[in-house]
C-alpha cells in the first residue's frame, strides 16, 4: 500500500481547503433563488415529522423510514462526535450503494465533517491514495469490503500513518439499532440530537474524478450546487413529490449525487437503490415498487433492454429516465422510449462544472436524443479554443461558470489552471458544436480518456498500472468499441527483449490481470483486451503514435465479433 501523504500531515490535511463559496458569489446566487440556506438535514428532519413511517431508501436489505434515516444518522454523528474530531475533519467513507452510504453522509453533515467519498470497487492504492491525499482521520466502511475485514484495510492505513480510526457501521435498513464499532469496540456513544454543524456553502464532500495522470484528482463540492441541480431536474422532468426514484449510480460520484442523496430526498420521495447493478434486477425493481424516475447511464439501460426479461415486465409506472456520463445511443434511446413509454432526458456537464445544458420534456425527440440539450443560461456556458472564447463561430471547448461549479481541486495547483480559463471558466474535455438555437451538440474529446458504462476511465493512469508488469517496456490504452459498454479498455503492450525473446514468457491477459490485483489496482483500470505487438508505433517526436493504435482497434473490431477477453 502506497500514499501520498507523509505521517507528519495527519494533524492537517494534505493541502489547504477552501473556507467555503465566495461570499460575494454566494450572497448573489442566493439573490436570484439559485442557492438557499438549509442543509438536507434540515429536510431529512421535516419528512420524519410530517410522515415519519414513510420509506425514505428502498434497498436491497430492506426499507429506512424517515424517520429511520433521521435517527440513525443522529446515532452515527454522535459515534463520530465521540472521536474528538473538530468541525472539518475529513472522514473517508468506504460503502457499498445502499441506504447505508447516505445514512454516513448525513450524519457527517451533522457532525460538522466532511465526507471523503470513495467508490465501492475502489483497490488499496487508490483508497489510500484517497484517505492520505485528504488527511481523512478515519474511516467509514463495513465489517468486509470486497471480502477484505476492514480490519485489516484500517490498520494497513494506520500503519502508513495516513489514518487513526475506523469505524464499522451495520446495514441500517437491516438493522437500525445494530452495533457500530470505533476500532474493533462497540461504541456506547448517544445519539446527537443537535446539528447541524455543516452551511450549505461549506465544503461538505471530497469524491474523486480519473485524472490524465498519476491517481484520481480530489473534487471539492458544497451542497448549494446540488440544491441548483435539484431545482434545474425538477423543472426538466417535471418531477413532483410523488415520484418513486431509482438510482443506479453509485452514491460518491456526481450522477449519483443529485439523482440518489439530494433530489428525492428534496422531494420527499422514496429512492430505490441497489447495490449492484443487474439488468434484470433493475427491471424487477422498477416494477416491484413503481418507479416513475430511473437515473442510469446509458450502458445500463442498453442492457436492460438486452434482457431476455423485458418484455414480461409492468414498467407503466415509469415516466421518466435521465441518463448521461457518455453519448446516448440514439436508436436503443428510441427503442427504450418505446417499449417502456417512458421521456428520455439527459444533462451534459462533469463532476466539476456540474451541468451546462440539459434536455427537457418540452425538446423535441430529435433534440432530446441527438442532442446533449439546450445551454443552461444561468451557468454562462461559452466555448473555447485554448484561452480564446471562441462561442461566436459555433464549435469549441465548452466551459461555465455559475451556481452548479464545484470548489476545484485539492491541493493541485496544476489541474486547477488546467480546469479553469484565465478569466475563470470551468472547462469541460470534449468538442462540441453549437447551434443558433443553443443546442449542443458533443462532437469529440480533448482528454486522453475511455468512457466505458458512464465511467470516464484515464488512458494515462491504465498505461501506468499496466507498465508496472515487469516483461512490459512500453504501455499504451486506447478505447475498444463496444455495443454495450460503448468503449471497453484496449492496452496494446511492447515487451522487454528478455521477455520477448523467451518462449515461456509471453504475456496473457489472465497474467496482466493477476499481476494488477495483486498491486491493488482498481478494477476499473483492468484492460480487456491486450494486443502485444513487437513494437508500439511511433510519431515523428518519439511519442507513441496512437491515431494508428486507434486505427487498428478499428480493424480488429471489425474483424472480431468481440473482445478476445469478454468480461
Known sequence: ?????????????????????????????????????????????????ERPDAPAFVADAGTLSWTGYRDAAARLSGVLR??????????????????????????????GLVVVGIGARAGDREIAHLVGRTGAVALVTEAHHRGRAAGDLAADLVAHHVMRHHVVVPRFEADPGGDILVDGQVSDAAPDTEGPRTHPDDLFLVNSTSGTTGLPKCVLHNQNRWMYFHQRAVLSG??????????????????????????????????????????E????????????????????????LNAPGLGDRDLSSLRVMFTGGEAVPYERAVDFEARTGATVLQFFG????????????????????????????????????????????????????????????????????QLLTPDGWM???DICTLDADGYLTVVGRTSDFIIRGGKNISAPQVEDEVGTHPAVALAAAVAWPDPVFGERVCAYVELKADAA??????????????????????????????????HLPRSSGGKVAKGELRADVARRATEATQPNHPV
Open 501 to 534: 525473446d523467451a518462449a515461456d514468457s509471453k504475456l496473457d491477459l489472465d497474467a496482466l490481470t493477476a499481476h494488477l490485483a495483486a498491486r491493488g489496482t482498481s478494477k476499473e483500470l483492468f484492460p480487456e483486451v491486450l494486443v502485444v505487438l513487437d
Open 350 to 417: 462533469s463532476n466539476e462544472t456540474g451541468l451546462l445544458s440539459g434536455t427537457t420534456l418540452d425538446d423535441t425527440a430529435d433534440h432530446r436524443l441527438r442532442t446533449a440539450g439546450r445551454v443552461i443560461d444561468d451557468m454562462q456556458v461559452r466555448l473555447y479554443d485554448g484561452d480564446r472564447d471562441v462561442t461566436g463561430t459555433g464549435r469549441g471547448q465548452p466551459a461555465g461558470r455559475g451556481p452548479a461549479a464545484c470548489l476545484g481541486y485539492l491541493g493541485d495547483p496544476a489541474a486547477n489552471e
Open 281 to 304: 434486477r433493475a427491471l424487477d425493481l422498477i416494477e416491484r415498487h413503481r418507479v416513475t424516475t430511473l437515473a442510469c447511464v446509458s450502458t445500463q439501460f442498453v442492457m436492460m
Open 82 to 111: 465521540s472521536l474528538g474530531l473538530p468541525e472539518g475533519t475529513r472522514v473517508a467513507v468506504l460503502l457499498p450503494d445502499s441506504a447505508t452510504v447516505h445514512v454516513a453522509f448525513l450524519a457527517a453533515e451533522q457532525a
Open 1 to 49: 500500500m502506497t500514499t501520498t501523504t507523509p505521517s507528519s500531515d495527519i494533524e492537517v490535511a494534505a493541502a489547504a481547503f477552501p473556507a467555503g463559496a465566495d461570499a460575494a458569489t454566494a450572497a448573489e446566487y442566493r439573490r436570484r433563488g439559485w442557492w438557499g440556506d438549509e442543509v438536507l438535514l434540515d429536510h431529512v428532519r421535516r419528512h420524519a415529522r
Open 427 to 429: 472547462l469541460m474535455g
Open 238 to 279: 417535471g418531477l413532483d413529490t410523488d415520484e418513486v426514484v431509482l438510482s443506479l449510480v453509485p452514491a460518491p460520484f456526481g450522477f449519483g449525487l443529485w439523482t440518489g442523496h439530494f433530489t428525492p430526498t428534496l422531494l420527499g420521495a422514496p429512492t430505490v437503490v441497489t447495490e449492484r447493478f443487474d439488468a
